[in-house]
């Protein structure tokens, strides 16, 4: 193995060093903070030149101390209509004075720190084994920074069928504030809930969820990242599915400086489905990476990558995605698309769909596209009488549908085509 570059390991080694050691928890949870340092030293601190980094400059998630990120004028409620439990934090810190009482039917929540801290949980199978297992064959050291580091979150473990969503609601208050969030997410066999996260969380935020889906499970899970202009953000989503069960990702981001979402789906039991999407609109200043890792590891799978990105005014967007066939993983059925719609001349967007296979019945595609606002379909729009402006609009809601339509839920699908819309209306394409 050639050796670690030595500004890679100086980079670890300063990752490791800029926040204070969490709360020493129980023997087993220490060692997986003790592995998860050892796989981010080996990494090392990511880098523009390395293979999944080469759209993405990773120096504003790694500089010492955030830049300061100016405030939103106003707080977006975006699923405050929604019936749901809602858990608040505040710069990456728990508010219980802002939040509901954390109990659900069908539904354990408990802190993370009580979780790592107790000799016996759930959880010590789960900490860091997903994370751990998704470092292979892409490096992802935000991530084991994370396992190594975070002491705030929640475990949430599922049993029946909740009757109301939980709703992960992040506040950002202090203009230099750094967060870092981690979720561990176990739903039994034949248990379904609802899962919706949304709001900035802080100036720069690293957070990660590893999720684990019992036979027959299923999680619907909806994010709503903005509205910070200034926001650095990476976060990462790591599942596991059981036999027959179904993950179900939608991510809306709107502004920020720089995101760069991670997914990484293991469909590891027969008849599992993995479907992830996302839709991404900005403007000036705005850069946006989604990277996504899904793995066939059983047969009868299904997965969808469906991801759409707006960007006008020297916005910046990329997307890479990979479906990974393994031996034996036959009658595979994997989908993928990565469409960007530019406004200007100025966007720009880079792609990288891949596709590896090692099964001979299986039904795989994948195709990524970008290009200008369709003029014909602009002429005909303004033909009727609809103005230019509100014509884009129709288009660039259009085109995004797809990916919406990847939510289960026809009220959360309405919840986010109405935060779409407001984005436009205050800046009209």
């Not at 979780?115 to 297992?133: K, M, P, Q, T, V």
């Not at 969808?304 to 967007?317: D, N």
């Not at 090692?358 to 596209?369: F, I, N």
Request: aromatic share 6%.
């Amino acid at each position: 193995m050639a050796a670690l570059p030595q500004a890679k390991a100086d980079g670890a080694e300063a990752l490791l060093a800029a926040r204070p050691a969490p709360a020493k928890g129980a023997a087993w949870a220490e060692a997986a903070r003790e592995a998860a340092r050892g796989r981010l030293r080996a990494a090392g601190a990511p880098a523009r030149r390395d293979e999944y980094w080469r759209f993405t400059d990773p120096a504003p998630l790694l500089a010492e101390g955030p830049r300061a990120a100016a405030l939103p004028l106003e707080e977006v409620q975006v699923f405050d209509e929604v019936d749901a439990l809602r858990l608040v934090f505040v710069d990456g810190v728990f508010r219980p004075d802002l939040s509901d009482e954390p109990r659900l039917d069908g539904v354990e929540i408990q802190p993370l720190s009580a979780a790592l801290s107790a000799d016996i949980h759930w959880a010590r199978s789960l900490y860091g084994a997903l994370e751990a297992a998704g470092q292979n064959p892409v490096p992802r050291p935000l991530a084991a920074l994370n396992t190594a580091q975070a002491d705030t979150g929640f475990a949430i473990r599922v049993t029946g069928r909740p009757a109301r969503p939980i709703h992960l609601r992040y506040l950002h208050e202090s203009e230099g504030s750094e967060a870092m969030i981690r979720h561990i997410v176990r739903l039994e066999a034949g248990a379904e809930a609802t899962l919706l996260e949304n709001g900035p969380a802080a100036a720069r935020f690293n957070k990660a969820m590893e999720i684990e889906l019992g036979e027959g499970a299923a999680l619907h899970h909806v994010r709503a990242q903005g509205r910070d202009h200034d926001r650095l953000a990476a976060t990462h989503v790591f599942a596991r599915l059981g036999a027959r069960a179904a993950y179900r990702g939608f991510t809306l981001t709107t502004n920020g400086r720089l995101t760069r979402n991670e997914v990484v789906l293991d469909l590891a039991g027969e008849g599992a489905k993995g479907h992830v999407a996302g839709a991404a609109i900005g403007a000036a200043g705005f850069h946006h990476d989604d990277t996504v890792f899904v793995t066939h590891s059983a047969a009868h799978c299904e997965s969808r990558q469906v991801f759409k990105k707006v960007l006008k005014s020297g916005a910046r967007g990329a997307f890479q995605g990979k479906i990974l066939v393994k031996p034996g993983a036959q009658k595979t059925d994997g989908y993928q698309i990565s469409q960007a719609l530019l406004l200007d001349d100025d966007a720009e967007f880079n792609a990288k769909p891949e596709l590896e296979i090692y099964a001979d019945d299986v039904a795989c595609s994948h195709g990524s596209t970008s290009g200008a606002v369709d003029e014909d379909v602009l002429f005909y729009l303004r033909s009727r009488g609809v103005p230019e402006a509100e014509a884009k609009d129709m288009m660039v809601l259009a085109f995004v549908e797809e990916a919406i339509g990847e939510i289960e839920s026809e009220p959360l699908r309405d919840v986010i085509r109405e935060r779409i819309a407001a984005w436009l209306a205050r800046r009209k394409v």
